[in-house]
């Protein structure tokens, strides 16, 4: 289990990571130019409207669409096109940074695309699941 959390103003941040109950901290210098969003700013994905990422994927407010919530590694795909599954259902698996992602459904429904397959590098906000 890890935790993140991030501190501090202007071009130094302090990153705070605990794993296993272990606390890790490093600075991160942060670069910028004129068009990069503010230190303490935190991106969000294209689409404006998204479900909490208790589902492991970032979906959108209908829960028709999955984007990837990390860039990694597809290691697992659990659905395919046309399966009907239940809410929380786990749909594939993610791993980045040696940890893993479970994506699940947010809810009921029918898995309309897959658009990976394991063994497919993923990029943060990449679509991964459409469902109807």
């Not at 941040?13 to 606390?23: N, S, V």
């Not at 893993?100 to 497919?120: L, M, Q, S």
Request: negative net charge; contains cysteine; hydrophobic residues 35%.
């Amino acid at each position: 289990m890890s935790f993140w959390k991030f501190f501090g103003k202007g071009s130094t941040l302090k990153l705070q990571i605990t794993i296993d109950g272990k606390a890790y901290e490093v600075e991160v210098e942060v670069v910028e130019d004129e068009d990069s969003p503010a230190p303490n700013h935190t991106p969000h994905p294209t689409h404006t409207a998204t479900r909490p990422n208790s589902y492991g994927g970032v979906w959108d407010s209908n829960g028709k669409v999955c984007r990837s919530p990390v860039t990694g590694l597809v290691i697992k795909v659990n659905a395919q096109p046309g399966q009907s599954v239940k809410a929380h259902e786990l749909l594939l698996v993610l791993e980045a940074m040696k940890m893993e992602t479970n994506v699940t459904a947010p809810d009921a429904g029918i898995v309309k695309k897959i658009h990976v397959v394991p063994g497919d590098s993923v990029k943060t906000n990449q679509i991964l699941v459409e469902c109807e």
